[in-house]
């Protein structure tokens, strides 16, 4: 039987932005023994440009993946680069839960001394640091960069291309010869439709952060490995009811 896996993107997904999202992860980085569901929130979320809307983003994601254990998922996958809710549901679950922020700043330091983010624009700069200091990452980080165009988390970047994409690329350039890059990462899962453009065109390696999260799901479940329950212990009472009433 295959091994299931649970990507949970924080905001309802019309058919329109579930096609754009699951194109994220090609199907042939999908391993033959995994199966993949997008699942959406129940919730309509802003664009989480204050530390306000990171709580909210917080439930949303821990309301989505509280079940999956039960729901008969082998892993979840957050896809955000928040992260948010990732301890929360590690402390919950004993299937492996990863996110794409926590994965893609670590991976970029095995790749080289110093990353840069890119992002769409300055609002998201605390949700970046907020987590870069929960991980101790701060003196890893070169720059983030940002193109000052507010997201379109319903549209992605469709139709946005030919604007976007050439201003992701020159302060890309920017975050390389001026603030010592050696490693880019993109700044949110809904930026990966910029990926393979940047790659191209930059000379350095350019991290899609959904992708890496999934694809180390996929490594955890095929080590049988997941997160430490020393580290996430288990709540002495589970209250999903008081967290989310129906």
Not at 50 to 57: A, G, N
Not at 139 to 167: C, M, N, Y
Not at 217 to 222: Q, R
Not at 231 to 243: G, R, S, T, Y
Request: with cysteine; glycine share 6%.
């Amino acid at each position: 039987m295959n091994k299931r896996i649970k990507v949970i993107f924080p905001v309802p997904l019309s058919e329109h932005t579930r096609e754009l999202i699951e194109t994220q992860i090609p199907q042939e980085y999908i391993g033959a023994e995994f199966d993949v569901e997008f699942v959406g929130s129940k919730r309509l979320m802003s664009l989480a440009n204050s530390y306000y809307d990171f709580y909210v983003m917080e439930t949303i994601v821990i309301e989505a993946g509280v079940r999956a254990e039960e729901e008969g998922f082998d892993a979840v996958c957050i896809n955000t680069v928040s992260d948010s809710g990732l301890y929360a549901l590690r402390a919950r679950l004993n299937i492996p839960v990863i996110a794409p922020g926590q994965s893609s700043f670590h991976i970029a330091c095995t790749l080289g001394h110093k990353f840069s983010i890119l992002s769409m624009w300055a609002p998201w700069t605390p949700m970046y640091m907020k987590t870069l200091r929960e991980y101790g990452l701060e003196h890893r980080l070169a720059s983030i960069r940002h193109i000052d165009t507010r997201p379109d988390v319903q549209e992605l970047l469709e139709g946005k291309e030919d604007i976007v994409f050439g201003l992701l690329e020159a302060e890309g350039k920017k975050a390389i010869e001026e603030d010592g890059a050696d490693v880019l990462m993109l700044g949110s899962t809904t930026m990966h439709q910029s990926h393979a453009y940047l790659q191209e065109r930059l000379p350095v390696p350019v991290l899609n952060p959904g992708v890496i999260a999934y694809k180390l799901c996929e490594m955890y479940l095929s080590l049988g490995l997941s997160h430490s329950k020393k580290a996430f212990p288990d709540p002495e009472n589970i209250q999903d009811d008081n967290l989310f009433p129906s």
